[in-house]
């Protein structure tokens, strides 16, 4: 084990590595600062990671490394704002693969762990989903082993597979809750309602799903699987709310691949049997999701158009968001029995001037209209599933904030004059 001040990158990687970050929460700060610091006098290195909260990654830093994604999330944006960031349009089931087929490149894993417990078993900490597919790709592995990082049940690393360990005791990320608006509660309350006692649920972390967390004190057994939790889950877990009882899988258990919150949410976190970090491979498969009853999935947009194609990615030439999970959980919701997938979104963006519901989405399709189940706004909830095209635009219309309402209709006219 070493220290973090005689991490000599240089006597480790080769020019024209590729590396691979634990993201999220789970992003090893320390290292991604030392690799910054000293990638130029490596040269050519480029660099893969999910998300990013951190903020270290800036236009700046594409001179030690070039940094690709699965999308703008977190703190990524100002990279694709300023042209620094290449997306990979990716499902996150696909990442790990993607990895272990040497499509995603790995030489060097740059992961953050727990300290070893008495078996000499590093916990992955905040962070599950493809970080066992990088140590296993990689020519070098190096680890920054943090003190401040709890043992989560779930992947372990062995110290065996550690080729550097880097000894810090610092903060590891912390993504606040988001700020709960007035729209944002409104359109909890409609996604809440198509939550039962019994529920399995999967939502990202932001202000709706916050929202939706504390609509559900008075429901019964809820489980969790999904990609992300954050603060919200832990309340409901002390609640007895969410008891994962009736889990066909898992039983007992909130299954997850990262934890995106506060201290709060890490120290109930550590060492705590109720949680399980695990890959994105399990987190997101398809076979293993295909298991649950009553799975409702959670998700958000940037636009719908009149047929229910959604886009989470891109506006226009700004790229905001991201693939993510949503087609592996969209499509998981909706084979579900008794489950079903939610697209959540503000019926307008930038203060009112634009329509989310739109006639021609600005950027590409995220899930497609075959694979689209409901859509919820501030207006209501239009379940588009199964529903022909001109019925999908009433629909949708009926959803759209009642500005856009006339406009919509006029272009839902040219669309279906046809009468599809
Ligand atoms: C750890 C993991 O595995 S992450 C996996 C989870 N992520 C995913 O599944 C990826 C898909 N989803 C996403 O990326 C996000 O949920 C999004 C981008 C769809 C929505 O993110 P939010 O932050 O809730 O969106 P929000 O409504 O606040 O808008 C974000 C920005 O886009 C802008 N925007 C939103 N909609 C539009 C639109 N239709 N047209 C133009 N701009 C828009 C907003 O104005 C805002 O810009 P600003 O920051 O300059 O004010």
């Known amino acids: 084990m070493i220290d973090a001040a005689a991490l000599d990158l240089s006597r480790i990687l080769r020019r024209g590595d590729r590396i691979v970050f634990g993201q999220a929460c789970g992003e090893p700060t ?172 999967q939502t990202g972390v932001g202000a709706v799903p916050d929202a939706i967390l504390r609509l559900l004190g008075d429901r019964k057994d809820l489980g969790v699987h999904s990609g992300m939790l954050g603060d919200g889950l832990v309340e409901l877990v002390e609640a007895g709310v969410i008891t994962n009882a009736r889990k066909e899988v898992d039983a007992g258990i909130s299954i997850n691949g990262a934890l995106i919150g506060t201290r709060r949410l890490y120290d109930w976190a550590d060492r705590n049997p109720a949680i399980r970090m695990c890959t994105t491979s399990y987190t997101h ?15 958000s947009a940037l636009e719908v158009d009149l047929t229910g194609q959604v886009n989470a990615e891109q506006s226009g030439a700004a790229y905001l968001g991201g693939t993510g999970g949503q087609v592996d959980f969209v499509r998981a919701g909706a084979r579900s029995p008794g489950g079903r997938s939610i697209i959540a979104l503000s019926a307008t963006a930038k203060g009112g001037a634009i329509s989310k519901i739109v006639s021609a989405l600005s950027g590409p399709v995220t899930t497609a209209r075959s694979d689209v189940d409901v859509i919820v706004t501030e207006y209501g909830a239009a379940e588009l599933k199964g529903q022909m095209l001109a019925e999908r635009a009433r629909r949708l219309i009926a959803i759209a904030h009642p500005d856009f309402r006339e406009g919509l209709e006029r272009a839902a006219h040219d669309i279906f004059q046809r009468g599809f």
Not at 285 to 299: E, F, H, P, Q
């Open 285 to 299: 498969d398809a076979a293993v999701l295909g298991k649950l009853s009553r799975l409702v999935t959670i998700n």
């Open 30 to 201: 320390t290292l991604v600062e030392a690799l910054i610091a000293q990638g130029q006098g490596i040269g050519d290195l480029s660099a893969f990671i999910a998300t990013s909260f951190s903020g270290l990654f800036t236009p700046e830093s594409a001179a030690s490394v070039a940094l690709s994604s699965m999308g703008a999330i977190g703190a990524l944006r100002s990279m694709t704002r300023a042209g620094k960031l290449a997306i990979i349009p990716v499902h996150v089931s696909q990442i790990g693969p993607l990895i272990t087929a040497d499509i995603i490149g790995c030489d060097v894993a740059m992961i953050q762990v727990s300290p070893a417990d008495a078996d000499g078993n590093h916990s992955c900490g905040l962070i599950g989903d493809y970080v066992r597919a990088a140590v296993e790709k990689a020519r070098v592995v190096i680890a920054e082993v943090n003190e401040a990082v709890p043992y989560t049940p779930g992947e372990l690393i062995p110290a065996s597979a550690i080729d550097v360990a880097v000894h810090v005791s610092r903060a590891p990320v912390e993504v606040a809750p988001a700020k709960i608006g007035e729209t944002d509660e409104i359109i909890a309350r409609h996604c809440a309602a198509y939550i039962g006692d019994g529920s399995v649920i």
